[in-house]
């Protein structure tokens, strides 16, 4: 049952750190002002689509013509996908990098524990999941707000039957200039190349990365990431936990005009770097297993 915005606001009522309102009608959201930064999370997907650290341009990007509306993939923030990333293995109508993002999460509670602000969301599995996976689980996702990010997601098989998942914290961070970032911590990795055909080989990155095309990878790392953003003189690091893929997307021109709810020139001001469980990097989930994946992301100086 979808919590409407009295429910929201009666859960934060007593913690100022954290409001409740609809950023259009029926699209929940739950506003944090933490002593560090500031944030904006939808209770569609729990998905974070803000994120500010203080006296600093945002850190992830939303499509201007991003859509908020029950159902519809929100493109931009930290879309959770979930339990599967990219195209459903055997079912081609079912919808892209799974149902967990288009789904309303319960918002479970929200406290301050010292400088952070920590909001817990929770999703279940119901009739309309079982229409993608029959299985029985809990998801709970963890967003902690500070001078850090952290978005935290813990899967649950409540079932006797195993199944195998794959997914992805897809974080759109944005940039000042794609044309004048370095991503760092991909050096050295081999990643299947999404562009070419799929029996390709992998692919060594001999350097760090720039983006002057299209790039659609899934690197076989562990490693953090670093995109060094020489336009706005800064570092975001993106550290991770419980991923052995990382998954670094950008349309380019062309994928830009095809996506109709990313502007024409939207390209230009993003890059995802995407904590993941991707490709050959799929746990099997056994009865009343858990696995947890984690991003963490912050400010460096450029360096
Ligand atoms: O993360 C990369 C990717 O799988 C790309 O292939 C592209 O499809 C992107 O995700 C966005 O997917 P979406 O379903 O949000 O349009």
Known sequence: MKQSIDDLANLVLGTPEISATELEPGFPVLEVKAAGSSATIALQGAQVLTWVPK????????????????????????????PWFGKHPEEPDFPSHGFARTMFWEFVEGEVVGSMVRLIFRLESNEETKKYLEQDFELTATVTVSDKLRVKLQMKNLSEEPFKVSCALHSYLSVGDIEKIQLEGVKGAHYVDKLLPEDAEAVYQEKNLQIKGEVDRIYDSMSSVLLRDLERGRSVFVDKAGSKSTVIWNPWKERSKELADLPDKGYREFVCVE??????????LRQNSTHTIETVMGLRPLG
């Open 275 to 284: 904590v993941a469980n991707a490709g050959k990097d799929q746990p099997t």
């Open 55 to 82: 006296d600093q341009p945002g850190a992830l990007y939303v499509s201007p013509r991003a859509k908020m509306t029950e159902g519809v993939a929100c493109r931009g923030g930290i879309p959770i996908c979930w």
